[in-house]
């Protein structure tokens, strides 16, 4: 190809890089060292609130857990993983949106069918049987 192919192609965008990394987060060491940082402490609390006991009751504890475990999965997606709404045209995050719903509602739904069959269903013992 002549130089002026080149300098053409070089015009439509088409540069040397041909898109690599476009769209990602910059991978450093201050980033990896504070998701680290972050996952460590979100460990370290859930284990503390356990052995000190220090929200009372069991359900108060359990629903701070689940919290502290959603945090750490936000934590890991963004500092571990690079998922961010301008990775890749927002393709990683939207993906992953759509698999949480669709988790969410077959769970809900299993769930929901279980406790009305469990709910309406005939005794199986016979001595309840008319």
Same mark, same amino acid.
């Given at each position: 190809? $002549?130089? #002026? ?7 439509? +965008?088409?540069?040397? #890089?041909?898109?690599? #990394?476009?769209?990602?987060? &910059? ?7 504070t998701g680290f940082f972050l996952s460590? @402490?979100?460990?370290?609390?859930? =284990?503390?609130?356990?052995?000190? +006991?220090? %929200?009372?009751?069991? &359900?108060? /504890?359990?629903?701070? *857990?689940?919290? %502290?475990?959603?945090?750490?999965? @936000? @934590?890991?997606?963004? =500092? =571990? ?6 990775? &890749?045209? +927002?393709? /990683?995050?939207?993906?992953? *949106? =759509? /698999?949480? @719903?669709?988790?969410? *509602? /077959?769970?809900?739904g299993s769930l929901w069918v279980m406790?009305h069959l469990n709910t309406n269903m005939?005794?199986?013992?016979? $001595?309840?049987?008319?």
């Open positions: 190809m $002549s130089t #002026d192919a080149h300098a053409g192609h070089d015009l439509h +965008g088409h540069g040397g #890089d041909h898109g690599h #990394d476009a769209g990602h987060p &910059e991978s450093t060491l201050g980033g990896y060292l460590v @402490v979100l460990t370290a609390i859930p =284990f503390w609130l356990v052995m000190s +006991g220090a %929200l009372g009751s069991k &359900e108060a /504890t359990a629903v701070a *857990i689940l919290v %502290l475990g959603a945090v750490q999965i @936000v @934590v890991h997606m963004v =500092f =571990f993983l690079h998922m961010t709404p301008s990775a &890749e045209g +927002g393709w /990683t995050m939207m993906a992953l *949106i =759509f /698999t949480i @719903v669709m988790v969410v *509602i /077959t769970l809900t406790y005939m005794p199986m013992d016979p $001595s309840q049987l008319p």
